[in-house]
């Protein structure tokens, strides 16, 4: 029984000591602040000090002497040079993702589930002069934050997508999102069949996503575009949602990916 006790005490450390990691990656190179890791991983300060100082022993987490932020160590990238076989995605999809930019002049993202989180594994410029570089490449957000996370939640089951807004409330309270909100936004991706932000997260403009599925009908990931407001408005929003299920189809037929 005192064995039993003591893995599942020892499993439940290594749980929360990964969801301080996941989320401190959310900061990338800005880092994060002791008091904004405590609410958005619901911990106590105590628990999370210490798991941040562990790290810190091992290099997995490093700290800016000047403005007391934690950031993400070298350690993560330096094990993860022991996978040299990638997923791959990225490199399938990045011609459409040109295209796709070719055509709307406009920015375009492919973004994967990971957990609780969005992640941005690639991004494509169009040709318009303003770009909108809403996020760079490797930026992990809580699904439901944005369109890309709101979209991913849609294709969910409803228990699924409830679980994972549940499990990230304190994130969404730190970033000023409602849950109630955001449940209500996967609804109508759902009923739509992609996610509609008329007011995107930089000011002044606007982004639509859409679901990205494998052969077998299973979420790969999603397609976003970002671009200033006036640019995806009536027509032109229409357009870009059709040039959007031409380029997933194309993906659908030419690559059957599992």
Same mark, same amino acid.
């Given at each position: ?21 996941r ?10 602040? *002791?008091?904004? +890791?405590? #609410?958005? &991983? @619901? ?6 000090? /210490?798991?941040?100082?562990?790290? =810190? ?28 076989k ?10 459409? *993702?040109?295209? +796709?930019? #070719?055509? &709307? @002049? ?6 994967? /589930?990971?957990?609780?989180?969005? =992640? ?20 992990r ?19 699924e ?20 909100? =955001? ?32 052969f ?7 397609i ?6 006036p ?28």
């Open positions: 029984m005192n064995s039993t006790k003591k893995v599942g005490a020892g499993s439940q450390s290594i749980h929360r000591a990964m969801q301080v990691l989320i401190l990656a959310c900061s990338q190179h800005e880092g994060m602040r *002791l008091i904004d +890791l405590v #609410r958005m &991983t @619901g911990l106590n300060q105590p628990t999370v000090h /210490r798991i941040l100082k562990a790290f =810190i022993s091992e290099g997995m987490v490093d700290q800016n002497l000047l403005t007391r932020r934690y950031l993400i160590g070298e350690e993560i990238s330096t094990l993860s040079l022991a996978r040299t990638k997923l791959g995605l990225d490199s399938i999809i990045n011609p459409y *993702l040109n295209e +796709l930019a #070719r055509q &709307t @002049g406009d920015t375009v993202f492919l973004s994967i /589930r990971n957990r609780q989180d969005s =992640i941005c594994i690639s991004r494509v410029t169009g040709h318009h002069p303003i770009q909108v570089l809403s996020i760079d490449i490797g930026v957000r809580p699904l439901g934050v944005g369109v890309s996370g709101i979209a991913l939640l849609s294709c969910l089951t409803d228990k997508a409830n679980s994972i807004i549940e499990k990230n409330k304190h994130r969404f309270h730190v970033l000023g999102e409602d849950s109630d909100l =955001i449940q209500k936004k996967v609804i109508n991706a759902r009923r739509l069949g992609y996610s509609y932000a008329a007011k995107g997260l930089m000011q002044g403009t606007s982004a639509v996503s859409m679901i990205l599925k494998s077998s009908g299973s979420a790969l990931g999603a976003t575009i970002s671009t200033m407001a640019r995806l408005e009536g027509e032109r929003l229409e357009t870009a949602i059709s040039l959007m299920r031409e380029q997933i189809d194309l993906i659908a037929k030419q690559h059957s990916i599992k």
